[in-house]
């Protein structure tokens, strides 16, 4: 899984071809912190079809902002630069990120 930031998320996630999936996160974020080796296990399960990144909020508020992630954890896809479909809060789940990516690689 890459980790990207305010600098290189314009040409790594938006910029790219093909489905990208980024984990939105932050560093006082519990529910983050227990979400990423679920999210670590799905890169190793999809990788080849999707791409992983990360980017840690807490020093790219207003990027957060721009993509309208408005709450943690956040979980985005983005097709061809443009966000296709999250799941945020409570629906950040190993199987709700699963189906999702499922619905875009099928």
């Not at 902002?65 to 097709?79: A, D, E, F, H, R």
Request: hydrophobic fraction near 40%.
């Amino acid at each position: 899984m890459t980790a990207v930031d305010k600098e290189t998320f314009q040409a790594e996630v938006l910029d790219a071809q093909g489905l990208v999936l980024v984990d939105f996160f932050g560093d006082g974020c519990v529910p983050c912190q227990a979400l990423m080796p679920d999210v670590e296990e799905l890169s190793e399960k999809y990788g080849t079809q999707v791409k992983f990144v990360k980017l840690n909020t807490s020093g790219a508020r207003r990027l957060a902002i721009s993509q309208k992630v408005l709450g943690l954890p956040t979980i985005t896809l983005y097709k061809d630069g443009a966000k296709a479909e999250e799941v945020t809060k409570d629906d950040a789940t190993k199987g709700n990120i699963e189906a999702m990516i499922l619905k875009h690689i099928s």
